[in-house]
């Protein structure tokens, strides 16, 4: 069971806007930043936000993210079929251990 | 750009230990400020981080596989490596290494490794 909570799966209909939450506590994501990784089928994940709301270079405006308390959200507009893929979401803890969220997977209609 | 790699068995016995290496190259792994991790993902599950040893060559593990776990680094070859004892086939997954700055912004390709007889 993982230390940060996501839903399971998610979906939507292309150019539709999608949202994947992420909840942890006040020893994770109450206290440090949250990323975000982007997992395409059969390829390694790949970092999609990072420091809650920053997008690696590459990384397209439709994908955002935001922080609030102990939970996290991603945001997806104008979705696109390539954007079907696993999300996760992950947060250092005060342990400085790396905690990951169970992944949610993301199907476009 | 740099590129990291893993390399080693792809089936390891029960009770013995597992020990990839990962090469990093278009850069050196003893500049900057970068904590050099491994995650691994059991066949069709999520992501799970096993370790980081931070470029000063402190260590932070999974308090899950602290007991089993060891993370070194040998700055002279450029690779960083991983050592987990006394393996099951619940160890049985891809084995992905990955630089850590702001966030995991740099994996290698990832090798799957299975425990069996």
């Known amino acids: 069971q993982s230390v940060l909570t996501q839903p399971p799966s998610a979906s939507g209909t292309p150019g539709q806007r999608v949202t994947i939450s992420c909840s942890g506590s006040?020893?994770?994501?109450?206290?440090?930043?949250v990323n975000w990784y982007q997992q395409l089928p059969g390829t390694a994940p790949k970092l999609l936000i990072y420091?809650?709301?920053q997008r690696p270079s590459g990384v397209p405006d439709r994908f955002s993210g935001s922080k609030s308390g102990t939970s996290a959200s991603l945001a997806i507009s104008g979705l696109q079929s390539e954007d079907e893929a696993d999300y996760y979401c992950?947060?250092?803890?005060?342990?400085?251990?790396?905690?990951f969220g169970g992944g949610t997977k993301l199907t476009v209609l | 750009q740099v590129q990291l790699q893993e390399s080693g068995p792809g089936l390891v016995k029960p009770s013995q230990t597992l020990s990839l290496t990962c090469t990093v190259s278009g850069g050196s792994i003893s500049s900057g400020d970068y904590y050099w991790s491994w995650i691994r993902q059991p066949p069709g599950k999520g992501l799970e981080w096993i370790g980081y040893?931070?470029?000063?060559?402190?260590?932070y593990y999974n308090p899950s596989l602290k007991s089993r776990v060891t993370i070194s680094v040998d700055t002279s070859k450029n690779q960083f490596s991983l050592k987990l004892s006394s393996v099951t086939a619940a160890d049985t997954a891809v084995y992905y290494c990955a630089r850590d700055m702001n966030g995991l912004d740099y994996w290698g390709q990832g090798t799957l490794v299975t425990v069996s007889s």
């Open positions: 040893i931070y470029y000063s060559g402190s260590t």
């Open positions: 420091s809650n709301n």
């Open positions: 006040s020893s994770n994501i109450g206290s440090n930043t």
């Open positions: 992950a947060a250092w803890d005060d342990s400085l251990n790396v905690r």
